[in-house]
């Protein structure tokens, strides 16, 4: 979500997949208020691009919800005792999580939550960081250097954003799904989701 990645770029295809096949170690840069991720892209001659995510973008995550949340000191942590080729997410054995692993994973807590199935996907990534960013008023420029977008398809995203971070009222820090003009009501009944 932070960094704007497809699942895929993180993720691995399976337990056994090569290491040049999903984010490592050796391709996370941990500085003082930004990580750099060298993410190896998805097109068909894959090339390695840079994405990131800075401390004032989590900020608010570790005020809002406790120290759990420090994506800058969670990170520094994960790859403190990898070797270079190690994965960056790993399972229990070591070996890397896999989309399915992760695709089950969200499926799970949807559920578990009453989100209504569908709701968080591969994709969910990049769909977030294009809309948060149109919600703080990014320009397009910005937006597609972000991420990494070669098209105009990021516009399918963000144009159903109603409610913009400079509207009366609005979250300056993230958009909620009450910001979209998407039917909520099969939503959990929550501020979190619903327009209030």
């Known amino acids: 979500k932070l960094t704007g990645n497809r699942m895929g770029e993180i993720t691995a295809k399976?337990?056994?997949?090569?290491?040049?096949?999903?984010?490592t170690a050796d391709r996370v840069t941990v500085h003082s208020n930004q990580i750099d991720f060298a993410t190896k892209s998805k097109s068909i001659t894959?090339?390695?691009?840079?994405?990131?995510?800075?401390?004032t973008e989590v900020e608010h995550l570790t005020s809002k919800y406790g120290s759990t949340w420090d994506f800058i000191s969670s990170t520094k942590r994960r790859?403190?005792?990898k070797r270079p080729k190690d994965p960056l997410y790993a399972d229990d054995q070591g070996r890397p999580l896999t989309y399915s692993d992760v695709y089950n994973a969200l499926s799970r807590a949807c559920k578990q939550t009453n989100m209504p199935s569908g709701s968080i996907g591969g994709h969910s990534?990049?769909?977030?960081?294009?809309?948060?960013?149109?919600?703080?008023?990014a320009s397009v420029a910005q937006i597609m250097k972000r991420g990494?977008?070669?098209?105009?398809?990021?516009?399918?995203?963000?144009?159903?954003?109603?409610?913009?971070?400079?509207?009366?009222?609005?979250?300056?820090?993230?958009?909620?799904?009450?910001?979209l003009a998407i039917v909520v009501s099969s939503y959990p009944r929550s501020h979190e989701f619903m327009r209030m």
């Open 148 to 179: 990494r977008w070669q098209s105009d398809a990021w516009k399918v995203y963000v144009k159903a954003l109603i409610c913009h971070a400079s509207d009366r009222g609005a979250d300056k820090h993230e958009f909620k799904i009450r910001d």
């Open 125 to 137: 990534g990049r769909i977030y960081m294009a809309t948060y960013m149109a919600y703080c008023g």
């Open 79 to 81: 790859i403190a005792h």
């Open 46 to 55: 894959p090339k390695i691009e840079l994405t990131f995510v800075r401390m």
């Open 14 to 23: 399976s337990k056994n997949a090569e290491a040049g096949n999903f984010m």
